[in-house]
């Protein structure tokens, strides 16, 4: 009999490779969505339904013992909100109660798709953040993905591995996708003038790296992931460039500049329900110099072995765009 896991956030952008990939492993997935969640593109797979309510202990107890679930992946989660209370109760509390269903109804396995935004960039170009530095998150989104982290690391009998992907990319992400989209237009904007070190991993070797980890003979560990690469500013544009065949106008906006714009969009939305992308706490992780981690603990213990370098993850992914039009 197939084992069973639960994918949460399932129709987002890394849910969709998540569920690609447990299916490949040969697991029977439960694909937890919102009501308003759309799911046309989740079709093309044979998996089942359900819907939770993170606000209730016992009936998210009752769902995953009803399901027989054995293994758990929690992505869900918001990476924009109006304030560090809506960002610590979805990421953070919610997060804490599924954990605590989870070892009532005796799940397996339970891994916490987190952020390396938890423990924030370094300020320097020097070394690199491992899976036990001390961490330092730049905003409320960090903030409460490592809060999530406390929470779970307080419940000793929990089953946890916790995953902290750097910045994600691939088919169907929408943010990194707008660099993309600039750049296929001509355009190659920066802020400021400085030096960074960035990372990147691709969401297939995300997903891989999570299903994998269901199967860990290790538990209450936390792991950095990246494709062990660390790329200068510039890298992401240059392949892209290099795929896609296009020149672009380069050009660097002052710091204080954008500062300015951020703060006006967050005037802007001051009465929306939604909040901007680009705000006062966004430029703190945009003009960070240092997001490079070290992965060689989940190499060890995990047998992590990224497929996808930046140059070959960003052909795919572009091909992708272009073959269902997100590009023209």
Not at 185 to 212: H, M, N, T
Not at 268 to 280: F, M
Not at 309 to 314: E, K, Y
Request: include cysteine; charged fraction near 20%; proline fraction near 3%.
């Amino acid at each position: 009999m197939k084992k069973r896991v639960l994918i949460t956030g399932a129709s987002g952008f890394v849910g969709f490779h998540l569920i690609e990939a447990a299916l490949a492993s040969g697991l029977d997935v439960y694909a937890a969505v919102r009501g308003a969640s759309q799911i046309s593109h989740l079709q093309v797979f044979d998996i089942q339904y359900v819907q939770l309510d993170f606000n209730v202990v016992e009936q998210l107890h009752e769902t995953i013992e009803s399901c027989k679930i054995d293994y758990i992946i929690h992505a869900a989660g918001i990476t924009k909100a109006r304030t560090e209370a809506e960002y610590n109760q979805v990421n953070a509390v919610f997060t804490r109660n599924l954990a605590v269903a989870s070892v009532n109804a005796g799940v397996e396995k339970f891994v916490f798709v987190s952020s390396l935004a938890a423990l924030g960039p370094l300020s320097d170009l020097k070394g690199m953040l491992h899976d036990d530095s001390v961490a330092h998150p730049v905003t409320s989104y960090g903030k409460s993905k490592l809060l999530a982290e406390q929470y779970l690391s307080e419940i000793p009998e929990l089953p946890l591995i916790v995953i902290r992907p750097t910045a994600v990319y691939g088919p169907r992400e929408k943010d990194i996708f707008i660099l993309f989209n600039s750049i296929n237009k001509g355009l190659e904007p920066y802020i400021g003038q400085f030096q960074q070190q960035l990372s990147f991993v691709y969401v297939k070797d995300l997903a891989a790296i999570v299903v994998k980890a269901l199967h860990a003979d290790v538990r209450q560990q936390s792991y950095n992931v990246s494709d062990g690469c660390v790329y200068d500013r510039y890298a992401l544009a240059d392949l892209s460039k290099k795929t896609l065949k296009k020149k672009t106008f380069k050009f660097h906006l002052p710091v204080a500049v954008v500062n300015l714009l951020a703060s006006t969009m967050e005037l802007l939305y001051r009465w929306s329900v939604k909040a901007p992308t680009l705000n006062k706490e966004k430029m703190q992780e945009l003009t960070a110099v240092n997001w490079a981690c070290d992965i060689s603990a989940i190499r060890t213990n995990l047998g992590f072995s990224p497929k996808y370098n930046l140059a070959l993850g960003l052909t795919e992914t572009l091909n992708w765009y272009k073959k269902n039009n997100w590009l023209s």
